[in-house]
Nanobody
Framework: QVQLVESGGRLVQAGGSLRLSCAASGRTFSSYAMGWFRQAPGKERKFVAAINWSGGSTYYADSVKGRFTISRDNAKNTVYLQMNSLKPEDTAVYYC???????????????????WGQGTQVTVSS
């Protein structure tokens, strides 16, 4: 069974930065694409970013492009989300997820991922 554990969420002022981490269990982490999603209160969970198995390809939602960076360290079984220039509208619970394949292109829907973490709360104050 794959387990994903997010960390790093907290309260931050607008304009600030945070780095989220997602630690994965299992020996095959490096074979799979990973994604980050977020869910604001009362709203649907939405795609934020995805990265392929090697880290060589990354994809972003338009709302975070240029501000967020997804990366991974396969030696540590960890995927990261560096968030800069945070805005109040970035406030949400952030989830990491594992794809059943190594490619991330086009994987922007919840059903493109098979394992999910429990989420970490990010709150951006104005």
């Amino acid at each position: 069974q794959v387990q994903l554990v997010e960390s790093g969420g907290r309260l931050v002022q607008a304009g600030g930065s945070l780095r989220l981490s997602c630690a994965a269990s299992g020996r095959t982490f490096s074979s799979y694409a990973m994604g980050w999603f977020r869910q604001a209160p009362g709203k649907e969970r939405k795609f934020v970013a995805a990265i392929n198995w090697s880290g060589g390809s990354t994809y972003y939602a338009d709302s975070v492009k240029g501000r967020f960076t997804i990366s991974r360290d396969n030696a540590k079984n960890t995927v990261y989300l560096q968030m800069n220039s945070l805005k109040p509208e970035d406030t949400a619970v952030y989830y990491c997820a594992r794809s059943p394949t190594g490619q991330a292109l086009g994987r922007m829907r919840e059903y493109d991922y098979e394992y999910w973490g429990q989420g970490t709360q990010v709150t951006v104050s104005s």
